[in-house]
């Protein structure tokens, strides 16, 4: 079988942490692109230097170069500035819409076969920008979002159950920010739905912290965001499509009437195989459930219009 070829664009947190996950389940050759040449070129010989230690025989390059993308199956989009504290997911938007649609702009040259996943913030906006930019069929562009937010919830709900976490299965839906939209009924352990096991405040209080989840490491960290389960997202959503895995979990997907939304971006449940997103499910909402995802549909809009008015996307 060939070897299958990832490429990061953008070696920082997010990005190397990704690599160094890739690596250790020796998912695919790597390549991590960033400006920062020298840092890169560093960080991939050390984590080859490492690799008769932890077991690893995969290549994995560090390059200024953005044609080292060619032929990569999946490329992966970390590039950009980290929210700090106090700033607004929308506040990045502005610069890093111009980064993202620089990468875009690469891929699309070198690598127009590939799968695209998108995590540089606001995400659900910039998957826009490289959905536009590439011009890619609108299955082949994939925003990191869904997976990490319901990590966060399996997590806190396991924690509190004080049971095993891989027992735990949950699903965020809508946009990555604040709006968000966690659902307790399809959120189950061993398929016994949370709100069977959980009284109403409990579950309140969890769906309350996986909201601010990303916030609460922002705040500790004081300057960068979290990187770790962001990082555990993108190899997982990597692994699915380059091993054609048909992995079922909220991602952002762009929607076309699905769920009643038109153009747009958001967290849905979704199939992850070897031609990216292969089907889209859609959850039978409750009303509560359903003016949630649209209240939140709306901000990302509101997100995506302002791109508009700061870029030429086209
Ligand atoms: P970081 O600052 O550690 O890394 C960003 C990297 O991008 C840096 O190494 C920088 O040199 C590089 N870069 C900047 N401009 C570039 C360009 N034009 N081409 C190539 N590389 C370029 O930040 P991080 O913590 O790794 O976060 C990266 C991005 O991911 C941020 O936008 C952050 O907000 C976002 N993020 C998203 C999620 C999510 O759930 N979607 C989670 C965590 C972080």
Redesign the pocket.
């Known amino acids: 079988m060939a070897r299958r070829k990832v490429s990061i664009?953008?070696?920082?947190?997010?990005?190397a942490t990704a690599a160094y996950y890739i690596a250790e389940k020796v998912i695919a050759d790597i390549v991590m692109?960033?400006?920062?040449e020298g840092v890169t070129q560093a960080k991939a010989l050390d984590f080859l230097h490492a690799g008769p230690l932890r077991r690893y025989d995969v290549s994995i390059r560090g390059t200024g170069d953005f044609s080292a993308v060619a032929d990569s199956d999946v490329v992966v989009v970390?590039?950009?500035?980290?929210?700090r504290p106090g700033m607004d997911r929308m506040d990045?938007l502005k610069v890093?819409a111009g980064?993202v649609k620089?990468?875009a702009k690469s891929i699309a040259l070198y690598a127009p076969n590939s799968t695209v996943i998108v995590?540089?913030?606001p995400?659900d906006v910039m998957c826009h920008v490289a959905l536009r930019t590439t011009g890619f069929a609108v299955r082949r562009v994939i925003?990191?979002?869904g997976i990490?937010d319901s990590t966060r919830f399996r997590y806190f709900v396991a924690q509190e159950l004080r049971c095993a976490l891989t027992d735990v299965h949950a699903m965020v839906l809508g946009g990555?920010g604040d709006q968000m939209v966690p659902l307790p009924r399809f959120t189950t352990v061993a398929g016994i739905p949370i709100t069977q096991l959980l009284d109403q405040a409990t579950i309140e209080r969890l769906v309350d912290r996986t909201r601010k989840g990303?916030a609460e490491i922002v705040a500790y960290l004081k300057t960068?965001?979290?990187?770790y389960a962001?990082a555990a997202?993108v190899a997982e959503m990597v692994e699915a499509v380059v091993t054609d895995r048909k992995t079922l979990a909220p991602c952002a997907a762009y929607l076309r009437g699905e769920y009643g939304i038109e153009n747009l971006f958001i967290g849905v449940p979704v199939l992850l195989g070897k031609n990216g997103i292969e089907r889209i499910v859609e959850l039978d909402l409750d009303e509560s459930e359903m003016a949630l995802l649209r209240e939140s549909a709306e901000a990302v809009k509101k997100g995506v219009d302002e791109l508009d008015t700061f870029f030429e996307v086209r």
């Not at 664009?9 to 990005?15: E, K, L, P, R, T």
């Not at 692109?33 to 920062?36: A, G, H, L, P, S």
């Not at 970390?78 to 929210?83: C, D, F, K, S, Y």
């Open positions: 664009i953008g070696a920082g947190n997010v990005g692109v960033d400006v920062i970390t590039a950009g500035v980290p929210r990045l890093n980064i620089s990468a995590v540089s913030n995400l925003g990191m979002a990490l990555h990303g960068g965001s979290a990187y962001p997202s």
